[in-house]
């Protein structure tokens, strides 16, 4: 019994150093993620994940309009949004 304790013990190892190296932070980043995305609101200034800068004007709840600093208005799946760089008083 020991022996093979012995054979499986560096397996156990690997794994736990894998779920704490690797899974848990990507699932606390995947649940900060999506709590973002759940707390966007009207007015807070955002980016996408392909590095468009924008005001939130409408929201529902699959999709998020925005508006450019140009004054167009582009409509982007919630999940495109990659980070709000501002909450505005509006906002809160």
Do not use: W
Request: aromatic share 4%; glycine share 6%; no cysteine.
């Amino acid at each position: 019994m020991p022996q093979q304790l012995q054979a499986i013990l560096p397996m156990i190892v690997i794994f736990a150093l894998m779920y704490f190296m690797l899974i848990r932070p990507a699932q606390k980043q995947r649940k900060n993620t999506q709590n973002m995305q759940s707390n966007l609101a009207r007015g807070n200034k955002i980016v996408t994940i392909g590095g468009l800068h924008g005001v939130i004007e409408a929201i529902d709840d699959a999709s998020v309009l925005i508006k450019a600093e140009d004054g167009s208005k582009l409509r982007f799946e919630r999940a495109a949004i990659g980070k709000v760089v501002e909450v505005t008083e509006a906002a809160k």
